[in-house]
């Protein structure tokens, strides 16, 4: 798949999403400006939405809340006899590490991200109303913008080396959903602003955006087997989400979607469980310093000794020849 056929698919859902705004423009989904959606998630006018505390406490909840799920997953392993490896212990404190050190610096990205949506929101070609169709519209279109967002951290060398943080663990489970890079936040909100720009909301956005980091949370287990029915009605899935973390030749590039799938089918990277993942990343074990997990990656894209998973697979295959 070429950067070039990447772009004309980018340029085609983007065109799809103005086309729903209009359709949405249009229609009469009227509503109270304060919707059930703003006033349920306790939103208020001006920026507090990107103040750090409902978002962040949307997305983990508290420590304490996360541990209890984090044991409850090894218990649960231990009692099923589950995977042996499912869990690096300086993996998972590595992965803490860089969870509080984005927790430190969460008032202020959160306020960048708000703010930036805002900031081009009165350019807005359309003015969408409040309501649940809309909002539902604007999730499941907000999921094809995170799909693509995943996509090329996977496919421009740049933003996989940020991304590269994320997948750097040679295990897969719920701790793993911490580790994230920093400037993650700060390039994510740019595959929104084309949609605010069309007229979707910005407090929209985040709170679609929010609850599908909530979701993303669960499917970074090994504990919970298939879920056939979810996946049908196209739902992500942990063991749809254990592919997209396999190094395994048949994982690489697939299953990018955050809560919903439908993405990874419309654009040909859907792919099932199909035997035994290898976690982690082809070019093995980086580190268990946090700060050399966030920042190596950068430094050896800089230096030009970095590649994507495709690539390097390829270059190991070839010599292996």
Same mark, same amino acid.
């Given at each position: 798949m070429t950067m070039r056929h990447s772009a004309r698919q980018i340029l085609l859902f983007y065109a799809g999403c103005a086309i729903a705004a209009v359709l949405l423009a249009l229609g009469e989904f009227q509503g109270v400006?304060?919707?059930?959606?703003?006033?349920?998630?306790?939103?208020?006018?001006g920026p507090a939405m990107g103040?750090?505390?409902?978002?962040?406490?949307?997305?983990?909840?508290?420590?304490?809340?996360?541990l209890l799920f984090i044991f409850l997953e090894y218990a649960v392993l231990r009692l099923k006899g589950g995977p042996r490896v499912a869990y690096d212990w300086k993996d998972s404190a590595a992965s803490f590490g860089i969870y509080l050190f984005n927790g430190l610096l969460a008032p202020l990205t959160l306020i960048y991200?708000?703010?930036?949506?805002?900031?081009?929101?009165?350019?807005?070609?359309?003015?969408?109303?409040?309501?649940?169709?809309?909002?539902?519209?604007?999730?499941?279109?907000?999921?094809?913008?995170y799909y693509w967002y995943h996509r090329l951290s996977h496919e421009i060398p740049l933003l996989w080396a940020i991304h590269h943080t994320h997948h750097s663990a040679r295990t897969l489970n719920l701790?793993?959903?911490?580790?994230?890079?920093?400037?993650?936040?700060?390039?994510? @909100? %740019?595959?929104?602003?084309?949609?605010?720009?069309?007229?979707?909301?910005?407090? !929209?956005?985040?709170?679609?955006? #929010?609850? +599908?980091?909530?979701?993303q949370f669960f499917i970074h287990t090994q504990a919970i087997g298939t879920m056939g029915p979810l996946?049908?009605?196209?739902?992500?899935?942990p063991s749809i989400h254990?592919?997209?973390?396999?190094?395994?030749?048949?994982?690489i590039d697939r299953n990018y979607g955050g809560t919903l799938i439908v993405w990874d089918v419309i654009f040909g990277t859907f792919q099932r469980e199909i035997g035994p993942i290898t976690f982690g990343v082809t070019t093995g074990?980086?580190?268990?310093?946090?700060?050399?997990?966030?920042?190596? @990656? %950068?430094?050896?894209?800089?230096?030009?000794?970095?590649?994507?998973?495709?690539? !390097?697979?390829?270059?190991?295959? #070839?010599? +292996?020849?």
């Open positions: 400006r304060r919707s059930f959606i703003m006033s349920g998630a306790g939103y208020t006018d103040t750090g505390g409902y978002i962040d406490n949307l997305k983990f909840g508290a420590v304490a809340v996360v991200q708000f703010g930036l949506l805002k900031l081009v929101e009165p350019y807005a070609l359309l003015e969408i109303n409040d309501g649940l169709i809309p909002f539902l519209a604007t999730f499941v279109l907000a999921e094809g913008a701790s793993i959903a911490f580790r994230l890079h920093t400037l993650g936040r700060i390039v994510s @909100p %740019l595959a929104y602003v084309p949609m605010v720009l069309v007229g979707f909301k910005p407090e !929209y956005l985040l709170v679609a955006l #929010a609850l +599908s980091l909530v979701f996946e049908r009605i196209g739902f992500n899935t254990r592919v997209h973390h396999g190094s395994n030749p048949w994982c074990h980086y580190s268990y310093n946090p700060v050399k997990i966030m920042l190596g @990656p %950068l430094r050896d894209w800089w230096r030009g000794d970095f590649a994507r998973e495709r690539d !390097y697979a390829r270059h190991r295959e #070839a010599k +292996s020849q």
